[in-house]
């Protein structure tokens, strides 16, 4: 396992999450924010999924050491399904994805907000996603990143929705 770490945030999430995918050997690749924490039984759920090119989990919260599901939307079978609902609501940075899809991909490391959904988005239209009923990490509450090309919740969520509004218009 490598771990990337940009403590004070000067690389951005982005460029040391591509590092960590260019030095890895690994057919499949894990990717945590560093308010996450991999679900103790993700590696179990994940052997049901091996068909699939990337796979997302249900939504997971740990606070005051309390684990707890958010209200999502529990299943995503597809890029469309994924663009009918509230970012909010379906996924988010834990996940499995096949390493050699992923490097076809990447982040986009010139985006200091919604690089998250951008890279979701391509990874979704083109690849065999799903969200599954499972939790593949914890999200822990409290926790979340600073630094220089960090953001607030309102700049993400406006910087999400406009390429979400985009994806539909695309998409129809």
Partial sequence: ????????GSDGRSATRNFMADGSEADW???LDADDLMHPKALEAMTDYMDMDAVFGQITELKDGV???????????GYKELLAFDPYLTLQMGHFVRRDVFLGLRFNEDMDTGEDWDYYLRLWKDNRCIKAPVPLMLNVKGQHSQGPRSAT???WVAKVDAMLEQA????A
């Fill in 153 to 155: 919740g309102q700049d």
């Fill in 1 to 8: 396992m490598r771990i990337g770490d940009d403590q004070d």
């Fill in 67 to 77: 684990m707890m599901e958010r209200y999502q939307v529990p299943e995503i079978p």
């Fill in 29 to 31: 690749l894990f990717f």
């Fill in 168 to 171: 539909r218009k695309d998409a």
